[in-house]
Nanobody, 123 residues
């Protein structure tokens, strides 16, 4: 079992900053891509940013240089620094990881999600 625990969400004013953290724990052989998705009320879940274990980032189009994803592989933790926040960034932010675990004498790839952390941006 692999668990993802997010922290760092909260209420921030327009133009402010927040830093989200997501720590992975459990019995993974390896953790490949880690990242963040978000879901606003009445909308579909969308990509915010992902980062491979090799350090290649991928951002959603709306980020436009405002957010930065980083990762501490030694701690199995991924971070999302969010600057210049706007009310439309209000959403539940979910951590996501693609992990490799042992399974029946071999290995398998699993996609794991955190429980989500709420980010609210006020005017």
């Amino acid at each position: 079992q692999v668990q993802l625990v997010e922290s760092g969400g909260g209420l921030v004013q327009f133009g402010g900053s927040l830093r989200l953290s997501c720590a992975a724990s459990g019995s993974a052989v390896s953790i490949n891509a880690m990242g963040w998705y978000r879901q606003a009320p009445g909308k579909q879940r969308e990509l915010v940013a992902t980062l491979t274990s090799g350090g290649s980032p991928n951002y959603g189009d709306f980020v436009k240089g405002r957010f930065t994803i980083s990762r501490d592989n030694a701690k199995n933790t991924v971070y999302l620094q969010m600057n210049s926040l706007k009310p439309e960034d209000t959403a539940v932010y979910y951590c996501n990881a693609r992990v490799i675990t042992r399974f029946e004498g071999g290995f398998r790839s699993l996609e794991v999600w955190g429980q989500g952390t709420l980010v609210t941006v006020s005017l």
